[in-house]
């Protein structure tokens, strides 16, 4: 990360974001709390936003969900009546984001899920469930294995957005042995198989640094 990428950030929210008590607000709770700062930045948030508004989403999938930070913003674009699962493996940093987003106003339509995110995906596929937008954001050793299970729970018009895939560029090592890295590259060596998906990406920085986001569309 430079620090222009930070300070051009710190502008783009200043000029294209309002001032966000509920989302500053977890934000600074999160990290009290001591929770690693993995969270989407402001920005980024809003183009979550913006695509689940732009679909018409009114069922929506978190996976990874850490402090709820992206769970609210997302929850706040859905209609009323709509609804967003979410999960967190890791049981005290999901006590903290029940919390986050309990006073957030929206925990009416959040459904945070304690438990591995495998499970919890594979209990929505035995139920029958359905989503039009899907948010992966968890370990990126699973990447594979949530878009699989992603592609389950969707249909024609679903929008499906993978988080952190260029890992500071590390994603293009074909000998690179970090797990995440292998994950990413993993999920994109399947998306290459797959027939009726529209599929971009896009590479971002900013105030997190070097990263990006792969998105796909039912088709």
Do not use: W
């Not at 389950?152 to 988080?163: E, F, P, Y």
């Amino acid at each position: 990360m430079t620090d222009i990428h930070a300070a051009v950030d710190a502008y783009l929210g200043e000029n294209l974001l309002k001032s966000d008590r509920v989302l500053d607000e977890i934000a600074r709770k999160s990290e009290a709390a001591g929770l690693v700062p993995h969270a989407v930045t402001p920005l980024q948030a809003a183009f979550l936003a913006i695509l689940i508004k732009l679909n018409g989403s009114k069922r929506v999938l978190e996976i990874g969900c850490l402090g709820g930070y992206s769970a609210v913003a997302m929850a706040r674009a859905l209609p009323e009546g709509g609804q967003l699962i979410t999960t967190e493996i890791d049981t005290r940093t999901a006590a903290i984001a029940q919390q986050n987003i309990d006073t957030s106003g929206f925990g009416d339509r959040i459904d945070l899920r304690t438990g591995p995110a495998v499970d919890v995906l594979d209990a929505e596929i035995a139920s029958g469930g359905h989503f039009d937008f899907v948010f992966i954001d968890a370990d990126k050793v699973n990447h594979k294995n949530y878009l699989e299970r992603a592609l389950k729970l969707t249909g024609s018009g679903a929008v499906i957005v993978a988080d952190n895939i260029v890992r500071g560029g590390a994603v293009i090592d074909v000998d690179g042995q970090e797990n995440s890295v292998k994950g990413v590259r993993a999920m994109m060596a399947y998306a290459a198989t797959l027939d009726g998906l529209d599929m971009t990406a896009l590479q971002t920085v900013g105030a997190k640094g070097y990263d990006g986001m792969a998105i796909f569309r039912v088709r």
